[in-house]
Nanobody
């Protein structure tokens, strides 16, 4: 499966953005999906994940209550709604596809190219 993330940009602290991840190739609905992010000088970290049906989600503690993950299998697209953004949310955000909806990066076999989110204070 090929993934393309988009929707990043510059936003002020407290604002909102919605990221999208469009998939092509093998059946999107077969994969658990995840969002990860990498800030400058830091390791890539887990943000959120959603299972194949969309009925189960999980979030990193740092974004819980502010971010929502969803998917539309008919459109082969996953979303990350980010509200109450903070400067520490600034990072390149990556979408990924894998077999299980878990936080471990190594569980995801397919990755998109990333989209930059910059939150100004």
């Amino acid at each position: 499966v090929q993934l393309q993330a988009f929707g990043g940009g510059l936003v002020q602290a407290g604002g909102s953005l919605r990221l999208s991840c469009a998939a092509s190739g093998r059946a999107f609905s077969l994969y658990a999906m995840g969002w990860f992010r990498q800030a400058p000088g830091k390791e890539r970290e887990f943000v959120a994940t959603i299972n194949q049906s969309g009925g189960s989600t999980a979030f990193a503690d740092s974004v819980k209550g502010r971010f929502t993950i969803s998917r539309d299998n008919a459109k082969s697209t996953m979303y990350l709604q980010m509200n109450s953004l903070k400067p520490e949310d600034t990072a390149v955000y990556y979408c990924a596809a894998g077999r299980y909806p878990i936080s471990d990066l190594s569980a995801y076999a397919f990755w998109g190219q990333g989209t930059l989110v910059t939150v100004s204070s």
